[in-house]
């Protein structure tokens, strides 16, 4: 049996300073001004795909760590970095993940190189399943899939809204209802190629914060996408229908609880990012109460500077425990019976946003401008409470999981 250990591996040590080095060299130094243009830093992404950062190989490297640490690992120093222009980093990994999860290995192969492209002319890809009445609730998702089967295409209509990348982006994945009456279960996903007819970008959003990362609604007016864009396969699409209205008919619990178990596994990933960003904030807070004198002395002489950084530290690390456990219990197929994902997911995001509040105020009046970076920070942080589950909903699944209560 594996010893007990939360050290690194050399391994792990390398990448994680190669990480960091990026983010500290060339993320960090772009931070403000991709802020300020509020738009997508595609010369910080090419920087990224030269050196291999910005590829599915690494993610997929990362991804099959067995200690499950390999993703985690590398969103905290991205997110280190910046959050915005990080987020336009691993953005496509999101759309990407929607191919493996349920795409057959001749879609993998064909859609995920277009999904990046390649240093000299990179891509970004989007995953669109928010819409405007559908966000928290996503079995109210209205977009519809229909299939003309004379023609082995698949009409696609709706509005999606809030989709990183959207509208920029070269490959859209696009979730659709195909049958209405069995909620989540009656959802799948698509594969809008490039230059599709009938695919616009709708309004893109001026954001509180993560600026550097596109949001923008999604319009499919009759989208026609040929049989094979349909993830998995129309078979296979055809068999899981049928178990599902099968369950539904027996009671809808186990359908539902199936779909949770899926965004379980990812939330540490949005986790590791929030845990990033407080880190970064910290670390700004630290050195300045360290180097700022009020009253002769450094700030941190004040016992009430010097335990709100105490109180900071402590629960980004406890932020990032809960990260690694629950990604450890995803690599490792450990059951999430307390929901220990969402914990995670919850946790980490709420420091974030208390850290960062708290690193302006140790900063006073330069906290308060654009001159330090933890203004910029703070506006970046408040995402991950929203974002892959709001904070309500992670307590929600937390507390209905605990209580054995349907997640709905
Ligand atoms: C910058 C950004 C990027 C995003 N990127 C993507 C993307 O790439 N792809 C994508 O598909 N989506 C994306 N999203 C969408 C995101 O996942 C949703 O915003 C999120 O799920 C919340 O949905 P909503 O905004 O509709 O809020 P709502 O669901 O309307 O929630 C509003 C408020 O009500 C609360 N609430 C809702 N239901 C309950 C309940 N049952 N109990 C208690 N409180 C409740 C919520 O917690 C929240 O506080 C992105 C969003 C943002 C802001």
Redesign the pocket.
């Known amino acids: 049996m594996a010893e007990f250990t939360l050290e690194l591996n050399d391994d792990q040590k390398q990448v994680k300073e190669w990480l960091h080095g990026f983010a500290a060299d060339v993320i960090r130094p772009a931070a403000a001004e991709w802020d300020e243009r509020e738009e997508t830093p595609w010369p910080v992404i090419q920087e990224a795909a030269k050196v291999g950062i910005y590829s599915l190989d690494f993610y997929a490297q990362q991804f099959f760590d067995p200690t499950g640490l390999g993703i985690p690992m590398a969103m905290e120093e991205l997110f280190w970095g910046d959050a915005g222009i990080a987020l336009s980093i691993v953005?496509t990994g999101?759309a990407a993940v929607g191919v493996l999860a349920n795409g057959t290995e001749e879609q993998i192969g064909t859609w995920i190189p277009q999904m990046y492209g390649d240093a000299d002319d990179v891509k970004v890809a989007?995953?669109?399943?928010?819409e405007p009445d559908a966000?928290?609730?996503v079995a109210s998702m209205r977009t519809r899939a229909v299939y003309d089967e004379a023609k082995d295409e698949w009409v696609l209509n709706g509005t999606?809204t809030?989709?990183?990348n959207g509208g920029i982006a070269n490959v859209h994945v696009v979730v659709a209802v195909v049958d209405p009456d069995i909620g989540s279960k009656g959802h799948a996903s698509f594969i809008v190629p490039p230059s599709t007819p009938g695919l616009s970008q709708g309004q893109k959003f001026k954001?509180h914060g993560?600026r550097a990362?596109h949001?923008a609604e999604v319009v499919l007016e009759d989208v026609r996408v040929p049989g094979h864009c349909l993830l998995g396969g129309k078979e296979k699409l055809d068999e899981r229908l049928a178990r599902a209205r099968e369950r539904a008919k027996a009671g809808g619990e186990r359908v539902k609880n199936a779909a949770m178990a899926t965004f379980e596994a990812s939330r540490p990933a949005v986790g590791a990012m929030a845990v990033g960003t407080a880190r970064a904030a910290y670390e700004v807070a630290l050195d300045y109460a360290k180097t700022r004198s009020q009253f002769g002395r450094p700030i941190i002489d004040n016992q009430g500077i010097a335990f709100q950084l105490a109180d900071m530290r402590t629960r980004i690390d406890a932020a990032r425990l809960l990260v690694w456990r629950a990604s450890w219990m995803a690599t490792t197929g450990k059951p999430f019976t307390s929901a220990e994902g969402s914990m995670s997911k919850l946790y980490a995001s709420e420091t974030a946003r208390d850290v960062t509040a708290q690193a302006i105020q140790i900063l006073g009046g330069n906290g308060f401008t654009r001159e330090y970076p933890v203004e910029r920070m703070h506006r970046d942080a408040a995402?991950y409470t929203?974002?892959?589950?709001?904070?309500?909903?992670q307590r929600?699944v937390i507390a209905r999981t605990l209580s054995g209560m349907p997640i709905r």
């Open positions: 953005g999101l989007a995953f669109c399943s928010s966000g928290s609730d999606k809030w989709a990183t954001k993560i990362s949001t995402i929203i974002f892959e589950g709001t904070s309500e909903i929600l």
